[in-house]
């Protein structure tokens, strides 16, 4: 069993900061790729960025170069570094695990971007 523990959201102004982290415990031997998806109130879930394995990354267009994703290996952490946040990066933001071919979520944090 694989538990997913997400933290750093909160109520920001449009233009700051925050990052958030995903620690995973459990059954974790051999995670593949860690990422970030986000659900705004309405909307799909969609990606915001991913990290494989081997350092790779992969963002959505309308958060490159803003976004950053990282991971910790030895504590099985992904980070999201968000900058120059605007209103419509409110969402809650998923954490995704993938290990074993099996992808597994988090429960979500709520990021607040105030105009």
């Known amino acids: 069993q694989v538990e997913l523990v997400e933290s750093g959201g909160g109520l920001v102004q449009a233009g700051g900061s925050l990052r958030l982290s995903c620690a995973a415990s459990g059954s974790i031997f051999r995670i593949n790729a860690m990422g970030w998806y986000r659900q705004a109130p309405g909307k799909q879930r969609e990606l915001v960025a991913v990290i494989a394995s081997g350092g790779s990354t992969n963002y959505a267009d309308s958060v490159k170069g803003r976004f950053t994703i990282s991971r910790e290996n030895a504590k099985s952490t992904v980070y999201l570094q968000m900058n120059r946040l605007k209103p419509e990066d409110t969402a809650v933001y998923y954490c995704?695990?993938?290990?074993?071919?099996?992808?597994?979520w988090g429960k979500g944090t709520l990021v607040t971007v105030s105009s």
């Open positions: 995704n695990v993938n290990i074993r071919g099996m992808d597994n």
